[in-house]
């Protein structure tokens, strides 16, 4: 059972446009959000991350939005660039718990044509 | 600067060979991951550990052992290595609940 569903599975997008990632999640104790971003041959870093206490949290082009009700939350890139290009993966954890771990979406592949 | 480092990028073992992969942490971090990355199937944990000579069960424990005598140091065990293993191992760690993880670059495992 897939507890973190991330769509689409794979983006294209022209330099300059809105790439938008989005995840769903089943588990209501879920209330850290992060996504990460991964290189090839490189391990995933830690882009921008968001609690349910907010609905939207911006970090310069990278934007999460939430929406608790519907347990979703997306992840736009404005302006996108070809060094956007990569694998991006969201996450999710109970934030409570000396334990807790992640629960990762299985990713998708975004391409930012020049 | 949080700093994850692997012993090996690339690593080519046999069939039924003992291989470890190790992994450190700079940061002081309580807690310490090993994830496997494969193509469609996106980052599967292994194992974890909370604490020093603690450990969890992760998702895929399966053909896997780990161990943890010091805070800083979380090594992933492969007791006899099958050609199914092959994969890329992603270790990572975190301090505080509810905070991100800091991932290292990765071991690109190649069991023949």
């Known amino acids: 059972q897939q507890q973190v569903k991330q769509s689409p599975q794979s983006l294209i997008v022209q330099k300059g446009g809105i790439s938008i990632i989005n995840c769903a999640y089943e588990?209501?104790?879920?209330?850290?959000f992060p996504w990460y971003q991964q290189f090839p041959g490189k391990g995933p870093a830690l882009l921008i991350a968001?609690?349910?206490?907010?609905s939207e949290k911006k970090e310069g082009r990278f934007t999460i939005s939430f929406n608790k009700s519907a347990k979703q939350f997306s992840l736009h890139i404005m302006d996108s660039q070809p060094g956007d290009s990569a694998t991006y993966f969201c996450?999710?954890?109970?934030?409570?718990?000396?334990?807790?771990?992640?629960?990762f979406g299985k990713g998708i592949t975004l391409s930012v044509r020049p | 600067d949080v700093k994850v480092t692997q012993s090996s990028r690339y690593l080519v073992k046999r069939t039924g060979e003992k291989v470890f992969l190790e992994c450190v942490q700079d940061m002081d971090h309580e807690n310490m991951f090993w994830y496997r990355q494969d193509p469609g199937l996106g980052l599967r944990l292994i194992y974890f550990?909370?604490?020093?000579?603690?450990?969890e069960k992760g998702d895929i424990p399966e053909g896997y052992s780990v161990s943890r005598e010091k805070k800083e140091r979380f090594s992933l065990i492969l007791e006899s290595a099958s050609t199914n293993q092959t994969s890329m191992y992603l270790c990572?760690?975190?301090?505080?609940?509810?905070?991100?993880?800091?991932f290292g670059p990765g071991t690109r495992l190649t069991v023949l």
């Open positions: 550990s909370y604490d020093v000579k603690m450990k």
């Open positions: 996450a999710a954890s109970p934030r409570a718990g000396a334990n807790s771990k992640l629960t």
């Open positions: 968001i609690r349910p206490d907010v």
């Open positions: 588990n209501t104790a879920f209330d850290y």
């Open positions: 990572a760690s975190k301090t505080l609940p509810g905070t991100g993880q800091y």
